[in-house]
């Protein structure tokens, strides 16, 4: 997985990682231990604890990994995009292909997902950098997309919250290259793509108004700021 040169200490601590990646997908997460880890990579167990202070540490960098190689992919994608369809269908799609190895990984750290006093929940503090990279690919997708103000400015958010709910299908999906979690991307891309011709009719701005208050409360958006004066 991480192939770029690097110094010594930084490839001791690629190997490790790319080594208890492998032990997590064959073993599981709760029955690989850090003494596993570090006998699979060579190296003496204090040397495993110096790089990584737990599993979930390792963990931690993982998920860094996924969140910055989609944000890569993505924008590589964008640039060969033509519309906006376009955009959005790579946003879904390479995250899949980069987690598509990683079903049974993932399902094991779904546990933690709903507890966000743990440092693996996808929705705590300590995942917030990840949350935002994700949310930024996202944002990139729309792009100079013509929207209202309050719609732009939710949309990133509404998309990966939507990107969240996909990918919980896809910890379930066991058809052949996640074929049924590619088709759901598809008609939830076009059913998105189709809804934004009306999020400018003038009838729906309190509906837009509401969405918008509900996502400040829920804190997925920053307070509105107070008029000076």
Excluded: C, N
């Excluded at 997708?141 to 929207?147: H, M, Q, S, T």
């Excluded at 969240?164 to 939830?188: K, S, V």
């Amino acid at each position: 997985m991480f192939k770029a040169s690097a110094p010594r200490s930084e490839e001791t601590r690629r190997q490790i990682l790319d080594t208890a990646l492998r032990l997590f997908r064959d073993r599981g997460f709760e029955q690989t231990t850090m003494r596993d880890v570090a006998g699979e990579a060579g190296i003496s167990l204090g040397a495993a604890y110096y790089y990584f202070v737990s599993k979930e540490a390792i963990v931690g960098d993982y998920y860094d990994y996924v969140q910055e190689e989609h944000l890569t992919r993505a924008r590589a994608g964008f640039a060969r995009a033509r519309d906006l369809r376009d955009r959005l269908r790579v946003a879904f799609h390479t995250k899949i292909d980069i987690l598509e190895k990683d079903q049974i990984l993932l399902r094991a750290l779904f546990r933690y997902g709903g507890d966000p006093r743990h440092t693996l929940s996808w929705f705590g503090p300590a995942t917030r950098r990840q949350r935002e990279l994700s949310i930024a690919v996202f944002d990139e997708a729309i792009g100079d997309e013509r929207l209202p103000a309050d719609v732009r400015e939710a949309a990133p958010v509404l998309l990966w919250t939507l990107h969240m709910g996909i990918l919980l299908y896809f910890l379930y999906d066991a058809t052949p290259g996640q074929q049924r979690t590619r088709r759901l991307i598809d008609g939830a891309v076009g059913f998105v793509h189709d809804v934004k011709r009306f999020v400018s009719v003038p009838l729906l701005r309190p509906v837009r108004r509401r969405m918008i208050a509900i996502l400040r409360d829920a804190e997925l958006l920053p307070a509105s700021p107070r008029p000076s004066g």
